[in-house]
């Protein structure tokens, strides 16, 4: 139905009075009025007033265009026609009585609005485009007119719809349409233009201008030949007046100037535009660039002539065959080896061509092996053929089936090679094969003993090698008892002396002997009691068994910070309280080392120490800001053997040891151990 203004939603009072104007409404529009009297002028008026409510009330319902009326005051709906009810697609009691409000059909409320503002004004409505919604939901464009008529003394609105959805599409498609051919004709590495009826350029896509340089004036008219090659523009201009003079096709091989003046080979096609009459009207044609194809055809030609020439020269025999066994085509090696002409064979089956007329049996089959190739199988047979000078060559033949892209078989490749000394060659070569095997068979039984020797002598080197790293780790335990030993013994004995040494001195310079005397010795003395003490300290530091492994890395450090002037800090996490003394040495001799390398080699000027505890053992990093090295194989043996001890040490406890540097930016040592020997599930911070 067509939407129409509507009013707030009635009582039940108010339906019932719209329900009695719309019966009565009805009966005006579909029925003439009876007679009131039986005058023969006032029955010929109801007469003529009769026919003339059939003929609207015909008209109304039998309008292609959607109709309705509908109450000013309240805005429902008294009548549609059935093309109302078709386009909305509603059933006629779901619409009478209900306003469009109801019903859904207004996706904007501010178009209802503007055209109930027009019919406020008096002015009536013509042709105002609109959307609506259908009952499905399927957006609609309709030309809506609308006006303010009276019926049984009520002011009512009637309102024609003309549903131009279609029409709306149509315009879509076309404007879409339009725009994908500009973008293709851009798009497309052809160039596209157009000429009028006798052949004069109207159009021209920008991929012209852009190849050749020329502007739309220059290209106008006949402008375009003037960026063809001189050699064809004559020709190209000549063909192109005879075509439209006749109005046949154009299509043309010509040379394009390009814009830096070079030449490129293009094809123009140009095809006549006819009206209804059949005259040309236009012309519309193309400009495809071809240069790489016609470079490919001359290169393609030269490739055919070498190819026959190695064909020809070949030293097999090579033929073409149709897919049932006839020769179209062989080289002059097949033709030279039985001394015969092209045309002795050429069109004639393969089977009955002179190369098989040694016996009936070859010829069939041959003629077996064709037919198996007929059908795409790859056939190879062994044969002997009559030479021109009567020797029996023996000839290795193959057929190889060329297929479409449906799968047929349209022809047959034949070649053929001489094997006769290579079959006499063969069979010296199965001699030799034989007793080859027999030879390699006695040197493999051979190998095989040897093999088991040397399996057994490599399992005893790696027992060997296993006693070997066992008695490495319990040198190194016994090396570190011994450093214990020998500290202790310095520290319980030499250093108890001397410290006596010490206090004897001192009392000789109380007893008055010479001062300076006195002061040097007593000065040497000391001196001698903190070497040893450090010569005690470096062996085995007392620390690591009465402090632990922290108390004795911060002593350690803290004696090579006084000594080098070097800025040095300790960090500390997580560290237990109790570390096996043999991890803990470890890790210590670790930072010995790196501390004596950094002082010797690095150059730095500050060194990061951390003691780290992991999920299963102890981490030591040692990091200093100098000088680094190219760590390699030959720098590790031109430094000595410093690193090497250090990462045999960890690997004895089942530890990982590895060293971060470069040139120019320091060197970070890495020591892990595990807490407990076996547990050498790696590194994890």
């Given at each position: 139905m067509v939407p129409t203004p509507m009013a707030p939603k009635p009582t039940k009072k108010t339906q019932s009075r719209t329900n009695k104007r719309r019966s009565s409404l009805r009966r005006a529009v579909a029925r003439p009025s009876q007679p009131v009297a039986p005058s023969g002028k006032r029955k010929q008026a109801g007469e003529a007033l009769r026919?003339?409510?059939?003929?609207?009330?015909?008209?109304?319902?039998?309008?292609?265009?959607?109709?309705?009326?509908?109450?000013?005051?309240?805005?429902r709906c008294i009548e549609v026609n059935e093309a109302c009810l078709q386009l909305f697609g509603f059933r006629r009691e779901e619409v009478i009585g209900n306003t469009t409000l109801s019903l859904g059909i207004w996706p904007k409320q501010e178009d209802r609005a503007r055209?109930?503002?027009?019919?406020?004004?008096?002015?009536?409505?013509?042709?105002?485009?609109?959307?609506?919604?259908?009952?499905?939901?399927?957006?609609?464009?309709?030309?809506?007119?609308a006006d303010l008529v009276e019926l049984s003394g009520r002011p009512c609105l009637i309102t024609a719809g003309n549903d131009i959805t279609e029409r709306k599409w149509a315009e879509e498609a076309l404007r879409v349409s339009e725009e994908r051919f500009r973008t293709m004709a851009e798009a497309v590495p052809s160039f596209l233009f157009e000429t009028d009826a006798v052949g004069w350029n109207i159009w021209v896509s920008a991929g012209w201008y852009r190849l050749t340089g020329q502007t739309p004036d220059q290209v106008a008219g006949h402008g375009w030949a003037d960026a063809l090659h001189p050699d064809d523009r004559a020709a190209n201009l000549d063909q192109w007046?005879?075509?439209?003079?006749?109005?046949?096709?154009?299509?043309?091989?010509?040379?394009?100037?390009?814009?830096?003046?070079?030449?490129?080979?293009?094809?123009?096609r140009v095809l006549p535009v006819r009206d209804d009459h059949g005259s040309v009207c236009r012309w519309v044609g193309s400009v495809t660039e071809v240069d790489e194809i016609v470079r490919a055809e001359e290169a393609l030609r030269e490739s055919e002539q070498r190819f026959r020439a190695i064909y020809d020269q070949t030293y097999e025999f090579?033929?073409?065959?149709?897919?049932?066994?006839?020769?179209?085509?062989?080289?002059?090696?097949?033709?030279?080896?039985?001394?015969?002409?092209?045309?002795?064979?050429?069109?004639?089956?393969?089977?009955?061509?002179?190369?098989?007329?040694?016996?009936?049996?070859?010829?069939?089959?041959?003629?077996?092996?064709?037919?198996?190739?007929?059908?795409?199988?790859?056939?190879?047979?062994?044969?002997?053929?009559?030479?021109?000078?009567?020797?029996?060559?023996?000839?290795?033949?193959?057929?190889?089936?060329?297929?479409?892209?449906?799968?047929?078989?349209?022809?047959?490749?034949?070649?053929?090679?001489?094997?006769?000394?290579?079959?006499?060659?063969?069979?010296?070569?199965?001699?030799?094969?034989?007793?080859?095997?027999?030879?390699?068979?006695?040197?493999?039984?051979?190998?095989?003993?040897?093999?088991?020797?040397?399996?057994?002598?490599?399992?005893?080197?790696?027992?060997?090698q296993q006693r070997l790293q066992d008695l490495t780790g319990k040198l190194l335990v016994a090396q570190e008892s011994e450093r214990q030993r020998i500290a202790q013994e310095l520290h319980d004995d030499i250093t108890q002396r001397l410290a006596a040494l010490t206090i004897d001195l001192r009392h000789l310079r109380l007893q008055g002997s010479p001062v300076i005397e006195l002061d040097q010795l007593h000065d040497r003395a000391k001196q001698l009691t903190t070497d040893v003490q450090r010569m005690s300290h470096q062996l085995h530091p007392s620390a690591l068994d009465h402090l632990g492994l922290e108390e004795a890395v911060h002593d350690h450090v803290?004696?090579?910070?006084?000594?080098?002037?070097?800025?040095?800090?300790?960090?500390?996490?997580?560290?237990?309280?109790?570390?096996?003394?043999?991890?803990?040495?470890?890790?210590?001799?670790?930072?010995?080392?790196?501390?004596?390398?950094?002082?010797?080699?690095?150059?730095?000027?500050?060194?990061?120490?951390r003691l780290l505890t992991t999920t299963r053992g102890v981490g030591l990093c040692v990091h200093d800001d100098g000088r680094g090295f190219e760590d390699t194989p030959e720098t590790a043996r031109r430094n000595g053997l410093g690193l090497t001890s250090m990462a045999e040490r960890v690997g004895v406890l089942q530890g990982t040891f590895r060293v971060k540097t470069k040139p120019g930016d320091g060197t970070e040592v890495h020591a892990w151990v595990p807490l407990e020997l076996g547990d050498a599930g790696g590194e994890q911070q």
């Open positions: 026919e003339h409510q059939e003929l609207l009330a015909k008209a109304f319902r039998t309008s292609p265009h959607p109709i309705g009326i509908t109450e000013l005051a309240t805005g055209l109930v503002d027009r019919l406020k004004s008096g002015e009536p409505v013509r042709d105002l485009e609109l959307n609506f919604s259908t009952r499905s939901g399927e957006l609609r464009h309709i030309l809506v007119s007046l005879h075509c439209t003079e006749h109005g046949v096709p154009f299509e043309a091989k010509q040379r394009l100037r390009r814009v830096d003046g070079s030449y490129t080979w293009v094809i123009a090579i033929g073409l065959l149709t897919s049932d066994g006839t020769l179209i085509d062989v080289n002059q090696t097949a033709l030279a080896f039985r001394g015969l002409q092209r045309s002795d064979v050429v069109g004639k089956r393969f089977w009955e061509t002179p190369w098989w007329d040694l016996s009936c049996e070859l010829q069939e089959k041959l003629k077996s092996a064709i037919t198996k190739a007929a059908t795409g199988e790859f056939v190879r047979l062994r044969a002997q053929h009559r030479a021109q000078d009567g020797a029996i060559e023996e000839i290795d033949f193959s057929l190889t089936p060329i297929v479409d892209q449906t799968g047929t078989v349209t022809q047959i490749i034949t070649e053929g090679r001489r094997i006769t000394a290579l079959v006499k060659i063969q069979d010296r070569l199965r001699q030799a094969h034989a007793e080859l095997e027999r030879r390699v068979q006695e040197r493999t039984s051979e190998l095989e003993k040897v093999n088991a020797v040397l399996l057994q002598q490599q399992e005893e080197l790696r027992r060997q803290e004696e090579f910070a006084v000594r080098t002037g070097l800025a040095t800090q300790v960090v500390v996490r997580g560290l237990p309280s109790m570390i096996p003394l043999t991890q803990a040495t470890c890790l210590y001799r670790v930072l010995q080392e790196s501390l004596q390398n950094i002082q010797k080699h690095a150059n730095a000027t500050s060194v990061l120490i």
